[in-house]
């Protein structure tokens, strides 16, 4: 069922990067492209996260963004990111 949703969540982008983005110039400037970083992110990491993934990247890519490469990851959208310290075994 998982499944089934998820590709019911997805439908509406893979109908846009097959009708809708050939017919228009790529702005993009990231890559993957936004459509398959949200994707992407809503195959990896769920509906709920992979909308907010893919939410959070289409804020990011604007003219201002220095764009490039930028991997689907879980990551934070706010605050700093806690790694864990190793502690020496005693």
């Given at each position: 069922?998982?499944?089934?949703?998820?590709?019911?969540?997805?439908?509406?982008?893979?109908?846009?990067?097959?009708?809708?983005?050939?017919?228009?110039?790529?702005?993009?400037?990231?890559?993957?492209?936004?459509?398959?970083?949200?994707?992407?992110?809503?195959?990896?990491?769920?509906?709920l996260?992979?909308?907010?993934?893919?939410?959070?990247?289409?804020?990011?890519?604007?003219?201002?963004?220095?764009?490039?490469?930028?991997?689907?990851?879980?990551?934070?959208?706010?605050?700093?990111?806690?790694?864990?310290?190793?502690?020496?075994?005693?």
């Amino acid at each position: 069922m998982s499944a089934t949703l998820r590709r019911i969540a997805t439908a509406p982008i893979v109908f846009y990067q097959r009708f809708i983005s050939p017919g228009i110039p790529r702005r993009c400037k990231y890559e993957p492209t936004c459509s398959a970083y949200a994707v992407q992110a809503i195959r990896e990491y769920g509906i709920l996260r992979g909308l907010v993934l893919g939410g959070w990247r289409l804020l990011r890519c604007n003219p201002l963004s220095r764009g490039g490469l930028d991997p689907v990851c879980d990551q934070r959208l706010f605050g700093h990111h806690h790694h864990p310290v190793d502690t020496p075994a005693r």
